[in-house]
């Protein structure tokens, strides 16, 4: 199993374009979810999907759009970047009732 | 009030030692309770996880919760430089749809 994939790895961004970020799992998740990760912040969850066709915002969805159309694949759109989303973008999935999250290996984003 | 405070650290210690690394939380319908270990410029991986109260071990690691107090703890017992990392504690209530994390406290094992 690939576990979580994630692309880019790396993008760099100019105000007010827009991007997707690419999640994939194999592991047959029911669970997906996005994070951004910032300095002194933690990990803030974006939004959330219990399944296929299912979404959720978190504590942080401002300026982002999710869809899931598949239990494989969880996209994270930025419709206008702005430089407050510059960070480290995570997706994970999970199991549920093993309540435990496997991580992808991120993305850093940079807006200028 | 955030629903998870963390110590971000950092902290230093020698090979050997004891590592007590803490974090505590405001929202008494928390029932799940994760470690997580995060090594520079990677993903978090799970450490340890519990469920309600009490301690959980796996060989060098222990992880202990009080929920009358809202604390919890990682202890890594022999710590070796391999530790060195970033530890995150996160939590969830019962329905688990959200997770919250701690800020992360950064180690640093010297050899």
């Known amino acids: 199993n690939a576990g979580v994939t994630q692309t880019p790895k790396f993008q760099v961004l100019k105000t007010g374009q827009s991007m997707t970020l690419q999640c994939a799992q194999d592991?047959?998740?029911?669970?997906m979810s996005w994070y951004r990760q910032d300095p002194g912040m933690g990990l803030r969850l974006i939004h959330y999907?219990?399944?296929?066709?299912?979404?959720d915002q978190g504590e942080v969805p401002n300026g982002y759009n999710v869809s899931r159309s598949t239990t494989e694949d969880f996209p994270l759109r930025l419709l206008s970047a702005a430089p407050s989303q510059t960070s480290v973008y995570f997706c994970?999935?999970?199991?549920?009732?093993?309540?435990?999250?496997?991580f992808g290996p991120g993305t850093r984003l940079l807006v200028l | 009030q955030k629903e998870v405070e963390q110590d971000p650290g950092p902290l230093s210690v020698p090979e050997g030692a004891i590592v007590s690394l803490n974090c505590t939380y405001s929202?008494?319908?928390?029932?799940?309770f994760m470690w997580y270990r995060q090594y520079s410029r990677k993903g978090p991986e799970l450490l340890m996880y519990?469920?309600?109260?009490g301690n959980k071990e796996d060989g060098r690691f222990t992880a202990q919760v009080d929920k009358s107090s809202k604390y919890i703890s990682l202890f890594i017992r022999d710590s070796h430089p391999s530790d060195s990392a970033t530890y995150l504690c996160?939590?969830?209530?019962?329905?688990?749809?959200?997770?919250?994390f701690g800020t992360g406290t950064s180690l640093t094992v010297i050899p």
């Open positions: 999907s219990v399944g296929a066709g299912i979404t």
């Open positions: 592991m047959n998740h029911e669970y």
């Open positions: 519990t469920y309600s109260s």
């Open positions: 996160a939590m969830s209530s019962l329905t688990g749809n959200q997770f919250y």
């Open positions: 994970a999935s999970l199991r549920r009732g093993q309540e435990t999250q496997y």
């Open positions: 929202n008494s319908a928390f029932q799940y």
